[in-house]
T-cell receptor, first 114, second 113 residues
């Protein structure tokens, strides 16, 4: 069974540009969450999608947005990139609609903003 | 902001020794999970303990949860070089329906051969 796939693995963008990251969850998983990981702030929750609806949202500015498609694949978009957006962006998927299940993480997309 | 703290921030031990990592959190939880991360890659789920459980085992892992102290510990017995990684605790609050974890800052474990 294929794991969570994130593309691309690495990205270099210039300040002011926008970027779209993609996440394909494990087959059958309907919940997809996104996290940002930086050395200074650690792992922070961005948002979660379930059945194409944003169910939870973290404390990030509106420049960060996402969506989920009918096949559960998800994308996140960051507009007007800032240097501080440089981070490892992790996507996680879960099997069931419950709080008591584990999450399966992808390998992440490392974004560098120059 | 992160909910809790892990200590120690870094731990270095010899192969065969036990490693203990602690996690504290601030609000009530539904469950607490431990994850491992190798060298800035994806996280791997290790174990989940529910708020009504006090101890759980999985292979060489032992997790305890003390909800009165809002703390948890992860014990790795007979450590191996392959256990070298960062370990994170993650909590899910009782009012949060979904996979929106609050992670601690992590403990970086180095197991020396």
């Amino acid at each position: 069974k294929a794991g969570v796939t994130q593309t691309p693995r690495y990205l270099i963008k210039t300040r002011g540009q926008q970027v779209t990251l993609s996440c394909s969850p494990i087959s059958g998983h309907r919940s997809v969450s996104w996290y940002q990981q930086t050395p200074g702030q650690g792992l922070q929750f961005l948002f979660e999608y379930f059945s194409e609806t944003q169910r939870n949202k973290g404390n990030f500015p509106g420049r960060f947005s996402g969506r989920q498609f009918s096949n559960s694949r998800s994308e996140m978009n960051v507009s007007t990139l800032e240097l501080g957006d440089s981070a490892l962006y992790l996507c996680a998927s879960s099997l069931v609609d419950s709080m008591n299940t584990e999450a399966f993480f992808g390998q992440g997309t490392r974004l560098t903003v120059v | 902001s992160q909910q809790g703290e892990e200590d120690p921030q870094a731990l270095s031990i010899q192969e065969g020794e036990n490693a203990t990592m602690n996690c504290s959190y601030k609000t009530s939880i539904n469950n607490l999970q431990w994850y491992r991360q190798n060298s800035g890659r994806g996280l791997v789920h290790l174990i989940l303990i529910r708020s009504n459980e006090r101890e759980k085992h999985s292979g060489r892992l032992r997790v305890t949860l003390d909800t009165s102290k809002k703390s948890s510990s992860l014990l790795i017995t007979a450590s191996r070089a392959a256990d070298t990684a960062s370990y994170f605790c993650a909590t899910v609050g009782p009012d949060n329906y979904g996979q929106n974890f609050v992670f601690g800052p992590g403990t970086r474990l180095s197991v020396l051969p």
